[in-house]
Structures are given as structure tokens and as C-alpha cells.
């Protein structure tokens, strides 16, 4: 079973700042990455996936792989208090299922 | 295009009771998943499917069940209700490697 750590927050950063969420996955053989944004009493859904090393951008989210070091990152730029929720990052295993951590929560402070 | 959609979205059950608890999916997708979320920690995959007729057992299965009939529906069933089983249930597709989630159950076992 593969492990993946969050710190659980929460992370309090005021509006306008860069938000940085980390993840730490077990097994280095894992290949799939995914952040999950969840507000309170709410399902989760999906914000970004990477496969390769390396950053993705997508609008104000940016994810970053460093597969040496085993860890994922997620960073939001000009934060809004509508970004306030819970970041779940979760990996792929075998048989498409995922792992999740535990997740972070993020208050952005207008 | 509904996605994925659950009933009910809160129940209230007593100790030693059974429910069903629906999903249901509209994208003819065949991997399905069903998960729960305790507060504060991130998801738990009860069970999982591969397709009609093949489901398999994922991290937390015990005191629940599941079949997969037909592509669309995937129902979760708790025969003898115990408090452990108050949760939130999330059920999920695969889509693209990634996973969509329905609004979820939030059960509670009194």
C-alpha cells in the first residue's frame, strides 16, 4: 500500500499571495499525480494532474513533480479566499485506484 | 449529463440496521469506486470495480458489500450498521486516469 503525507495545515496566507501545498508519496515507482480541491461538506474535484518531471500550469495553479526527491507541490498564485478549502493530493496504483493523503487546508485571508 | 449522482445524501440508521447506498453514472465509464471520508482524514477506498459483473476489495472492506450489475449502477451495502460505519460515502468514475466523484452520504450510525 502506498503512503502519501500532507501536512494538515492549516496554511493561512493573505489574498493576493502565492499559496504552497506539498505532498510526500512512498513508492518510487509511481508514475500518476493528482490535486483534489475539497470545500467543506462538498465531494472532491479534480484541479490538476502531471505525469513528467517538472512544473504544469494551468490559470492560477501550477503543479511540480520531483520524482528523486518523491514529492508533488501545488501552487496557487494570487490567492483568493475562494481557494479556502481542503487540497487533497492523491497517486495512482495499479488497477486505477488512487491513494490519497490526508489532506491540507488552505484559508486565504482577505 | 448527470456525472455521477448518489442517493440518499444524509441517513440516519440504527445499530444492527442494513441500507443501500445508490450510485449511479451516466458516462458509461468502467471503473467505479466506492470511498469514505472520516473527518480530517483524507478518502478510504471500500471497494472498487473494473466493470459489469467485477468488483475487488480496496482498503477498508469489511462490513460492506457490493455489486456491479450493469455499467451504470454500483451500489454499496451495509448489512449490520455499526457506529465505525458513520461517514461521509463518496462514490467516483475513471475518467482519463483521473477520478470524478458524486456529491457523497453522509451517514450516521446511532
Known amino acids: 500500500q502506498k503512503e502519501v503525507e500532507q501536512n494538515s495545515g492549516p496554511l493561512s496566507v493573505p489574498e493576493g499571495a502565492i499559496a504552497s501545498l506539498n505532498c510526500t508519496y512512498s513508492d518510487r515507482g509511481s508514475q500518476s499525480f493528482f490535486w483534489y480541491r475539497q470545500y467543506s461538506g462538498k465531494s472532491p474535484e479534480l484541479i490538476m494532474f502531471i505525469y513528467s518531471n517538472g512544473d504544469k500550469e494551468d490559470g492560477r495553479f501550477t503543479a511540480q513533480l520531483n520524482k528523486a526527491s518523491q514529492y508533488v507541490s501545488l501552487l496557487i498564485r494570487d490567492s483568493q479566499p475562494s481557494d479556502s478549502a481542503t487540497y487533497l493530493c492523491?497517486?495512482?496504483?495499479?488497477?486505477?485506484?488512487?491513494?490519497f493523503g490526508a489532506g491540507t487546508i488552505l484559508r486565504v485571508k482577505s | 449529463n448527470a456525472g455521477v449522482t448518489q442517493t440518499p445524501k444524509f441517513r440516519i440508521l440504527k445499530i444492527g440496521q442494513s441500507m443501500t447506498l445508490q450510485c449511479t453514472q451516466d458516462m458509461n465509464h468502467n471503473y467505479m469506486y466506492w470511498y469514505r471520508q472520516d473527518p480530517g482524514m483524507g478518502l478510504k477506498l471500500i471497494y472498487y470495480s473494473v466493470g459489469a459483473g467485477i468488483t475487488d476489495k480496496g482498503e477498508v472492506p469489511n462490513g460492506y458489500n457490493v455489486s456491479r450489475s450493469t455499467t451504470e449502477d454500483f451500489p454499496l451495502r451495509l448489512e449490520l450498521a455499526a457506529p465505525s460505519q458513520t461517514s461521509v460515502y463518496f462514490c467516483?468514475?475513471?475518467?482519463?486516469?483521473?477520478?470524478?466523484f458524486g456529491p457523497g452520504t453522509r451517514l450516521t450510525v446511532t
Open positions: 467516483a468514475c475513471n475518467r482519463g486516469g483521473a477520478q470524478y
Open positions: 492523491a497517486v495512482l496504483e495499479y488497477g486505477n485506484k488512487l491513494v
